[in-house]
């Protein structure tokens, strides 16, 4: 219901780890999901608007 609520909203969402079903419908929802090692949050939006934020692909995604 709540990913629901942020379609038009967000077009990525940026996270230190995601399982793979969060991955898969936000996807689904055309949200590009980011996976990053930067805990910082202003500065990985930063790093991210510039093109600059290191990412892991799917298989970084938790899968329990």
Same mark, same amino acid.
């Given at each position: 219901? %709540?990913?629901?609520?942020? /379609?038009?909203?967000?077009s ?11 991955? #898969? =419908?936000?996807?689904?929802?055309? /949200?590009?999901? %980011?996976?990053? =090692?930067?805990? =910082?949050? #202003?500065?990985? /939006?930063?790093? &991210? ?5 290191p990412t &892991? =692909? ?7």
């Amino acid at each position: 219901a %709540i990913l629901g609520m942020l /379609v038009g909203i967000i077009s990525a969402l940026i996270s230190l780890g995601m399982g793979k079903r969060l991955w #898969d =419908d936000l996807v689904a929802l055309n /949200v590009t999901p %980011i996976i990053t =090692d930067v805990e =910082d949050a #202003d500065k990985a /939006v930063q790093l &991210y608007l510039e093109g600059n934020l290191p990412t &892991y =692909d799917s298989g970084a995604a938790c899968r329990h």
